[in-house]
């Protein structure tokens, strides 16, 4: 038996992983879900240590999440994928901070509703997203099938995107910087 698995309550017993559903509420939505613990065998007192706590806090965020109507850990990092970027490259696209992706993903926060809305856009717009990666300099996405121009004289400027070609190509036209062009 490892240190970690003696009881700090007792000093004498085991601790043994246990895993109950429990109701939870949120904004007037209620649902079980699962909730980690210990129990010892020496003198039964359960209790829940640092790795319980944690996944316990994750599970209720992602509860609350899927209640605000917000995407879960798991769909940011499908939708992240599918976009072609790691937690990285995500962060400098969209923002948040260096881990805000790592995070979000593991239902340590709750995205904010514009980041969440954005996400969906990037993920529904290909254009949009190119858009956005071109303005932060992420020169490793590269979406199938996609041809946008992009003329940046206003840092924003107008988009014109056509479906159905080989390869994404960026072009600015701002006084200010020389043309990109990505294949």
Known sequence: MSKSDVCPV?????????????AAEHREVSREIESHYSVCDGCGSEQAGPLELRANKRTMVAFKKQVDGLLTGV???????RLGVNQSEAAKIFGGGPVA???????DVS???AMDKLLRLADELPEAFAVLAFKADVSSVKP???WVTVDSAANFG????????????????SVHEEPRKYA
């Open 158 to 173: 107008r988009v014109i995107a056509r479906k159905k070609r080989p390869k994404l190509h960026i072009v600015s036209s």
């Open 75 to 81: 769909q940011v990092r499908a939708l992240r994928e």
């Open 10 to 22: 007792c000093g004498e017993g085991s601790l043994t992983p246990q895993v109950e559903m429990i």
């Open 111 to 113: 995205q904010s509703e």
């Open 101 to 107: 992706f790592s995070k979000y993903e593991s239902d």
């Open 144 to 146: 199938d099938g996609l």
